[in-house]
């Protein structure tokens, strides 16, 4: 949750820096963080998603079926 208000707060910062007409390579600056912070995100809860989720599955013999679904997620997100 800290992570997504940083992120949050970015986004708002970018906002404010478009608004005040700021130098374009600063606000691409700005936008290139925000989206190394939310693929951070993302790795996190992938790893949560595996340690949980998938591990669950697989000992209730759903394993094929979820790591199915994780490996399609994780070529939208590779994009």
Known sequence: MNRLKRI???VRGIQKMVEEDRYCVDILVQISAIQ???KNVGF???ERHINHCVSD?????EGA?????LMTVLKQFSK
């Open 8 to 10: 949050e707060g970015q």
């Open 36 to 38: 190394s912070a939310l």
């Open 44 to 46: 996190a809860v992938t």
């Open 57 to 61: 599955a697989i000992k209730q013999g």
């Open 65 to 69: 079926e979820t790591i199915e679904e």
